[in-house]
């Protein structure tokens, strides 16, 4: 009878170490049904409508057809297309500034909105009944799109529009973690009081800015989320295009959160590699990190931001008196940070400091999960 029981302990344990060792369930976003692809639920808002979209290379259907496309075929009046950063086609790199066009493709004009104005004018805005927003989110405060769907969304209020937004997994959405963004570093890379990552899909995202009044003068924007169906919140997605150049592939998707910072250092992060997002090196470093393996052990045992690169990095650059620079701050969110670094605090002191934004921050975000 002993030995029945401690052979009965003994699958037990060994079926828990599989289940923790597999850790992070990797699905192809397809395995979602994106709020796109439930067009019953949101055609009939648009028939007899003139209607502007907010879109780029990420809006395509489970078959690989751009939304754009798909709409087109279902007699939709499209009237102008407005796209964000790194443009329509997604080929512009991170900061550059992308031009108002044509669709080569329809004819349709494109109206940028990471030109010469990242909110939409009345100008732009006028004939539109109604938009439809679809972009690929990545989980991370500093990741401009939903700074372009937070403007989307004003300048839609003020004009009386209404906004669908159509709902697409969250990469990253299975954690919380970072500091909360003083209001005082407020950016188009840091707009909300969240931390750097805030573990919602965009949808949850746009309905919690509305329902905070975080829209300027606490306007409050006519919105429609389209759900997504079989989502899963603790799964890592592998997107079926890039969101932008330099994510091509989950694992720089996951590891950017972490990586990120370092743009505000003069840390290189592998942009105009074949590894962006993966690899960081420094002059005072050996060799360049390479972090593709760290990547897959990385997701079976942890969900948290990873502070140790750039601590690590900056210690070993001791006497580089210009390794973080004035963007460090806009992207941390909070001025502490790099001080907090500098005075050599670990990174479980660090994290501890954080605790109680993300508390408050928890508090909120629970009244907006769809999952």
Same mark, same amino acid.
């Given at each position: 009878?002993?030995?029945? +029981?401690?052979? /009965?302990?003994? @699958?037990?344990? $060994? @079926?828990? =170490? ?7 369930? /990797? /699905? ?17 808002? =648009? ?11 990420? $809006? ?7 939304? @754009? ?27 550059? &500034? ?14 940028? =909105? ?18 439809? #927003? ?83 003068? $606490? @306007? ?7 759900? &997504? ?6 799964? +890592? ?41 993966? +690899? ?42 210009? #390794? ?37 921050? =928890? ?5 907006? /999960?769809?999952?």
């Amino acid at each position: 009878m002993t030995k029945k +029981i401690l052979a /009965l302990f003994a @699958i037990i344990i $060994s @079926i828990t =170490l599989i289940i923790k060792a597999q850790g992070l369930k /990797l /699905l192809d976003a397809r395995d979602a049904e994106v709020g796109a692809m439930r067009t019953e639920k949101y055609l009939p808002m =648009l028939e007899n409508k003139a209607v502007g979209v907010v879109a780029n290379q990420s $809006s395509i259907m489970d078959n690989g057809t751009h939304l @754009i496309d798909t709409l087109l075929s279902y007699n939709v009046n499209i009237v102008k297309i407005f796209t964000p950063e790194h443009g329509f086609r997604g080929t512009a790199e991170a900061g550059a &500034l992308v031009a108002s066009g044509i669709d080569e493709k329809t004819g349709i004009p494109i109206v940028s =909105l990471y030109g010469k104005n990242k909110k939409p004018t009345a100008e732009q805005l006028q004939g539109i009944d109604i938009i439809v #927003f679809d972009l690929q989110d990545v989980g991370c405060r500093f990741y401009t799109y939903i700074s372009t769907m937070t403007y989307v969304m004003e300048a839609a209020a003020e004009n009386n529009i209404p906004v669908i937004v159509l709902d697409r997994p969250n990469p990253n959405g299975f954690y919380v973690d970072g500091p909360v963004l003083d209001p005082k570093n407020k950016s188009f890379v840091g707009m909300h009081c969240v931390p750097i990552v805030y573990g919602l899909t965009i949808g949850e995202y746009a309905l919690m800015v509305n329902g905070e009044k975080w829209l300027n003068d $606490s @306007i409050q924007c006519d919105l429609t989320v389209i759900p &997504l169906g079989k989502y899963n919140r603790n799964a +890592i997605y592998k997107l079926p295009v890039k969101p932008s150049p330099n994510l091509p592939n989950w694992e720089a998707v996951y590891l950017y959160p972490s990586l990120c910072l370092f743009e505000g250092t003069d840390v290189s992060v592998g942009r105009g590699t074949k590894y962006p997002f993966q +690899i960081y090196s420094h002059p005072q470093l050996n060799d360049t990190v390479n972090l593709l393996d760290y990547a897959h052990r990385y997701r079976k045992n942890e969900k948290k931001l990873n502070l140790s690169w750039i601590i690590d990095t900056r210690n070993k650059a001791r006497n580089d008196e210009k #390794f973080f620079n004035n963007y460090f701050i806009k992207l941390a969110g909070v001025s502490d940070l790099q001080q907090k670094i500098d005075s050599g605090m670990s990174e479980d002191e660090i994290r501890s400091s954080w605790q109680t934004g993300i508390d408050n921050y =928890l508090k909120i975000r629970e009244k907006y /999960l769809i999952y």
